[in-house]
């Protein structure tokens, strides 16, 4: 057992993605904190649980907090390699709020990098958020990671997420959260 989330995430994720026409594209996004990185043989425990749930670790998404990476660096800099190796993405979750060096990013095998909600939700307001949006997103397609915005609420900041290059995004203009039950029927209002 890894944890109760992430086992029941992954556990549940067949059944969400049953009717979907390409299943294998569906990514799951889960977060891990500081005290689960410490862990002893947390990929060899993340890979069991996704053998034992038939999920591919490509399909998932390990998010991290910047602080979280950055607690320890050198144990973080292995596990994350090993997960990567693996298969699994790994996110840098809120960056931009915490204290992590571009000398840490540039070295962390991070796959994804997430642009804070505090910007995202400033982006039809303030220049300066714009530039901080843009700047995360160029810096990480850069090193060879997508971009996900979180907290878009509503349209306008969709369009300019888009036009900033954004690759993907998150809140409650695309979804709400839901139950687990709910998530099987749902359709992304963004696909139609």
């Known amino acids: 057992m890894v944890g109760w989330v992430t086992d029941t995430v992954l556990a549940q994720s067949l059944g969400w993605f049953a009717s979907e026409a390409r299943p294998d594209k ?21 890979l069991r649980a996704c053998r034992d749930a038939g999920v591919s670790p490509e399909s998932v998404i390990l998010e991290l907090t910047e602080t979280a990476a950055m607690e320890d660096p050198v144990v973080s800099l292995e596990l994350l390699t090993r997960l990567r190796l693996e298969g699994f993405r790994v996110s840098l979750d809120d960056f931009g709020t915490g204290y992590s060096s571009m000398l840490q ?26 530039i901080v949006i ?3 997103v160029d810096l990480g397609h850069a090193l060879g990671m997508k971009s996900t915005a979180e907290g878009v609420e509503d ?3 969709l369009e ?19 139950f687990a039950e709910a998530l099987q029927g749902w359709k992304c209002p963004l696909s139609a």
């Open 134 to 136: 843009r700047s995360i």
């Open 160 to 178: 300019i997420l888009k036009g900033l290059g954004c690759d993907f995004a998150q809140g409650y203009h695309i979804g709400r959260p839901m």
């Open 155 to 157: 349209e306008d900041t």
């Open 105 to 130: 990013l540039a070295r962390m095998p991070f796959s994804e990098i997430k642009v804070d909600q505090s910007f995202v939700m400033s982006a039809t307001s303030s220049d300066e958020a714009l």
């Open 26 to 46: 569906q990514l799951l996004s889960i977060n891990i904190s500081a005290a689960e990185l410490s862990q002893p043989q947390l990929d060899q425990r993340l």
